[in-house]
């Protein structure tokens, strides 16, 4: 299958830590790459290949992966880490960039 | 830094065809993919096709029919015509710098993205 699945929505308290999980086939031969959208702006990448963050990016974000399924991880999590999270990879058989579904993640 | 900048028609009427153009500012062209993705209203993110400066060219498979993209150099511009639209062509148009890398696994991400421009058919 060519596709990312992400959970809908997650929820973590003010301070504490959260995962963010994409699954699928083409995260077995690459690394996937996060973004975080807010409201009417455009998606930022925060985490790139193996646990990279560009520049500006805080250190509470970090990736890894495990077979097919990658996670992004914020730890100590903050009011304005409230976005949606998309992953992203490429399927390695045609080269298409596939997106996952996006997470909606709501800080308490 | 570099910076991308979308532009084209926010209206389109159906069966029409819809035509963007993204300019490259600040940075060289070569060796990157350059990528279209849009996004529906209240809806997740769907790529759509990317570019290399040498032509090269892949295309998201639901749209390749209606869809084509080409690259000026000379200009640092990058386009895209979707032919036929329909309401669900409706959605706020990006586009976005690609890296393609190899390690232990293979790599590939959007680092520099446009504003975007939202499109509506109507």
């Known amino acids: 299958s060519s596709e990312l699945t992400q959970d809908p929505a997650v929820s973590v308290a003010l301070g504490q830590t959260v995962r963010i999980t994409c699954q699928g086939d083409s995260l077995r031969d690459y690394y996937a790459s996060w973004f975080q959208q807010n409201p009417g702006q455009a998606p930022v990448l925060v985490i790139y290949?193996?646990?990279n963050r560009p520049s500006g990016i805080p250190d509470r974000f970090s990736g890894s992966r495990s077979g097919d399924t990658a996670s992004l991880t914020i730890t100590g999590a903050q009011a304005e880490d409230e976005a949606d999270y998309y992953c992203?990879?490429?399927?390695?058989?045609?080269?298409?960039?596939?997106f996952g579904g996006g997470t909606k993640l709501a800080v308490l | 830094q570099v910076q991308l900048q979308e532009s084209g028609p926010g209206l389109v009427k159906p069966s029409e065809t819809l035509s963007l153009t993204c300019t490259v500012s600040?940075?060289?062209?070569?060796?990157?993919?350059w990528n279209w993705i849009r996004q529906p209203p209240g809806k997740g993110l769907e790529w759509i096709a990317y570019?290399?400066?040498?032509?090269?060219?892949?295309?998201n498979p639901s749209l390749k029919s209606r869809l084509s993209i080409s690259r000026d150099p000379s200009k640092n511009q990058f386009s895209l015509k979707l032919s036929s639209v329909t309401a669900g062509d409706t959605a706020i148009y990006y586009c976005?710098?690609?890296?393609f890398g190899s390690g232990l696994y293979y790599y590939y991400y959007m680092d520099v993205w446009g504003k975007g421009t939202t499109v509506t058919v109507s």
């Open positions: 976005a710098r690609g890296y």
């Open positions: 992203s990879s490429r399927d390695s058989s045609n080269n298409h960039v596939l």
């Open positions: 570019i290399y400066d040498s032509g090269n060219t892949n295309y």
């Open positions: 290949g193996n646990n």
């Open positions: 600040g940075g060289p062209t070569s060796a990157y993919a």
